[in-house]
């Protein structure tokens, strides 16, 4: 026998019943409410914690991130203040620079750093002479800053054209071209007196797109230099394998000339030069034995290094040069400019920061320092 209850249907002979409910039946039974609302609060509930916790998360790794970037940022500051204590430490106990020393050496710095350890992360120091490079700015007389700088422009002309043979790709530029235009935008003159033929002043580049103005002043970084007429982005950067010339010039070596002039000397310090710079030193048609003395430089025994550079005219002891001469007034054996490459390595996270620095005496009490003259961070 079945009884129909309307929704509740019985089963005789059965252990079980089976109720069904109806849909409308639920909404009127304060049972069923209460489980929809806390279904409907529970779930709610879930989502906000769960964006909370996402939202927490995020902020706990944007806060270690930025926590990290900072460390980075004085883990390499440091770096940079360790390097300046190494180049005054040189500089009271030589009186002349080259890569035989301990700022030239990574071990040695490697050696630095460990004396100041970091709970975590790691250094690495790089410093390179500045007086290593052909200063651009020498290209032109200073402080008149009209006329070429003649033994400057010779020995530019070697090193463009060295340059140039060695890469098929560059075979179309012409050095005169890249020296006349160098010199104008050097030059303290704008008007239409460009330098030979092949010169470029400011009406030149107001005609490019976008169009922009000749300095005619000293070059203030080596990114301007790829602004000049002549000097295409292989020839600046890489062309066929073969560095460019922005990694062996440099804009800075600055020196007082009286108490209100300056110049440029652009003496090349024979013992840190690499060899695309070592070759233009010498005299033409002896640009192969530019090898010679990079090889020389770095001649060791047990000891230590054997040769002694702190004399100019050290190379005429190389073989095979000492018949040559090279004008005294083109190299040097010491510098005060330098470049310090920093990084600061932390949770795979990595930060540079690079300085040019000048070592100079302090007038009040005699001692050496370190000024930055350039500070840039990536």
């Not at 440091?78 to 430490?89: P, Q």
């Not at 500089?91 to 490697?110: G, P, T």
């Not at 008149?144 to 400057?152: K, P, T």
């Not at 292989?234 to 062996?248: C, D, M, N, P, W």
Request: charged share 25%; with cysteine.
């Amino acid at each position: 026998m079945v009884r129909n209850y309307g929704n509740i249907i019985g089963l005789q002979g059965k252990e079980r019943i089976i109720m069904r409910f109806a849909p409308t039946k639920i909404i009127g039974n304060n049972r069923g409410i209460a489980l929809l609302v806390t279904l409907t609060v529970i779930t709610v509930l879930i989502a906000v914690a769960l964006e909370m916790n996402r939202k927490i998360r995020s902020a706990v790794f944007s806060a270690a991130a930025t926590r990290d970037r900072i460390t980075l940022s004085h883990m390499a500051s440091s770096g940079i203040d360790i390097a300046k204590a190494i180049l005054v430490k040189d500089k009271n106990s030589s009186n002349y620079d080259s890569l035989q020393e301990d700022w030239a050496d990574s071990e040695k710095i490697s050696e630095f750093l460990r004396d100041i350890p970091f709970e975590d992360g790691t250094i690495t120091l790089t410093i390179s002479d500045e007086f290593g490079k052909i200063q651009i700015n020498s290209l032109v007389q200073f402080p008149e800053g009209q006329n070429f700088n003649e033994l400057q422009r010779i020995m530019w002309n070697r090193f463009l054209s060295l340059l140039i043979f060695q890469n098929e790709s560059l075979e179309d530029l012409e050095p005169d071209t890249i020296l006349n235009s160098v010199k104008d935008w050097i030059d303290s003159g704008d008007d239409e007196a460009i330098t030979g033929l092949n010169g470029a002043e400011s009406d030149y580049y107001q005609d490019l797109d976008p169009p922009y103005v000749c300095r005619n002043s000293p070059f203030t970084h080596i990114g301007e230099l790829a602004l000049v007429r002549g000097i295409t982005p292989e020839l600046f950067q890489l062309a066929g394998g073969v560095t460019g010339i922005s990694r062996y010039m440099t804009v800075f070596g600055m020196t007082e000339k009286g108490s209100t002039a300056f110049t440029y000397e652009g003496k090349i310090n024979i013992n840190t030069a690499d060899l695309p710079v070592l070759a233009a030193i010498l005299p033409s048609g002896n640009e192969d034995l530019a090898q010679v003395i990079y090889d020389y430089r770095q001649e060791t025994s047990d000891s230590g290094y054997i040769h002694n550079l702190s004399s100019t005219t050290w190379y005429k002891s190389v073989p095979g040069l000492s018949d040559i001469e090279i004008d005294p007034n083109l190299i040097t054996t010491t510098s005060d400019f330098f470049r310090i490459e920093s990084v600061a390595m932390l949770h795979e996270m990595k930060i540079k920061i690079t300085a040019v620095v000048k070592r100079e005496k302090i007038k009040k009490n005699g001692k050496w320092t370190c000024r930055i003259l350039r500070w840039e961070t990536e």
